[in-house]
């Protein structure tokens, strides 16, 4: 299984980005595909994730309002529109993805839970 992460670059603070992750692994609608990022100097956070097997979204307090998950079955893609951009918003992004199909939803926001990680793509938001 591999995860392609695109979509990252430089934007000024209230900007916006999309962010793409292209997997090949099979039954596609059935994982939790999820967003994390990490700024230097500190740990993985959890961004956003969507749920195997529905359309139930999950988001970090920090970018609720502003980011959007949401997955093409077809594509095989996961894409993060993010909104309002802020300074502290800057970072590494990872794609994550649970292929396993067992994972509860109180685990969607562990980084343990997932099994396949993309490369990451940088952000910066400059103020």
């Known amino acids: 299984v591999q995860l392609q992460a695109s979509g990252g670059g430089l934007v000024q603070a209230g900007g916006s980005l999309r962010l793409s992750c292209t997997t090949s692994?099979?039954?596609?609608?059935?994982?939790?595909l999820a967003w994390f990022r990490q700024a230097p100097g500190k740990e993985r956070e959890f961004i956003s994730a969507?749920?195997?097997?529905?359309?139930?979204?999950h988001y970090a307090d920090s970018v609720k309002g502003r980011f959007t998950i949401s997955r093409d079955t077809a594509k095989n893609t996961v894409y993060l529109q993010m909104n309002s951009l802020k300074p502290d918003d800057t970072a590494v992004y990872y794609c994550?993805?649970?292929?396993?199909?067992?994972?509860?939803?109180?685990?969607?926001?562990?980084?343990?839970?997932?099994?396949?990680w993309g490369q990451g793509t940088q952000v910066t938001v400059s103020s």
């Open positions: 994550a993805l649970d292929t396993r199909g067992r994972m509860i939803l109180s685990s969607v926001t562990n980084p343990t839970a997932y099994n396949y």
């Open positions: 692994g099979p039954t596609f609608s059935r994982l939790t």
């Open positions: 969507v749920f195997r097997g529905s359309s139930s979204t």
